[in-house]
């Protein structure tokens, strides 16, 4: 077992949508993975904010500023020895106070050496 | 069954700490003031497809005030302002106005229909595209609201959750009350003057 964190920051004033919004209308904020050649046994979200802002009569689940996400990968019994690349995506939506930005993908990659 | 071990962990250059540039985005929630006449562009038109999945133009509402928004079921502010909108549809569509949304919902409609009846939407909604957004100035903060004059120019826009309805309001009226203090030549060369009827 491995551990990979990313760590992502927020310009400030903006936030995105925690991984567990309230409302069933907003984007998640959402990290996957590849299959292969390793298998994400867990990914953990910190802890969201719970914040209000203009356009909200409910605080939202939200974070902001810099937080991380690990990542708890497992090598299979069949993984090739040797260097090796995991892919991921990252979505989002963002807003600050007073509008949104559109949800976004991003690509993630982490090298890893399997022995 | 054999274990793998991991070793020399590393992030590539699109990991490890990520920020959010958002780089082209600049606050503005500032008040839009109608522009004057002669200042005002054409509104692009469009032809969009409605949950019944007829072709809309913009050039269909020649001759009505037009409050174009984009809009999406995601984003917040833009919850806040439907309601508006849909009390000025049904207050001044009799006045010759029409609120059109244009949803940006990547989606579809098996999102923004059941979005549509939940808050009982009394106004047309379109699905909007990437090309449709490009062609009104790369439309990527929601909300982001055209008001168009009768002769089918852009007079004001609005980005981002406006400071009121009111602002909203006086500006429609004022596009609205426009078209009864002048009217172009008609072919011939006479003039009419309409003067403050409302």
Redesign the interface.
Known sequence: ??E?K??????P??HVNSDKPADD???PLKLTWAKEP?QAEQIAYPKPQMEK????PAP?SVFSGSFEIVTH?K???S?A?GQA?MNGK?R????????????RN?????????? | ??????????????????????CS?A?T?AKAAVKPVKDRKIAPDFALKDVNGQSVHLSDYKGKVVLLDFW?????????EIPWFMEFEQQLKDRGFAVLGVS?D?DGWS?VKP?VQQLKINYRIVLGNEQVGDLYGAV????TTFLIDRQGKIASVH???SQGKEDFRNDIVQLLDAAHTGMRHPAGGALAFFTGAK
Do not use: H
């Open positions: 077992m491995a990979v990313l760590k992502l920051q927020l310009k004033g903006f209308y907003l984007i390793l802002y203009d356009f909200s939202l990968f090598a299979p019994a993984a020895p690349l990252l989002y939506q963002a807003c600050n106070n007073k509008e949104c930005l559109p949800p991003i690509d993630v990659m982490v090298s890893v050496y399997v022995q | 069954m054999s274990k793998r071990s991991l070793v020399g962990w590393s992030f590539a250059a699109l990991a490890g700490v990520l920020v959010w540039t958002a985005y606050p929630t999406a079921t995601w984003c917040g502010p833009c919850k806040v940006m990547e999102t979005y990527d903060s929601l909300p980005i981002g959750l």
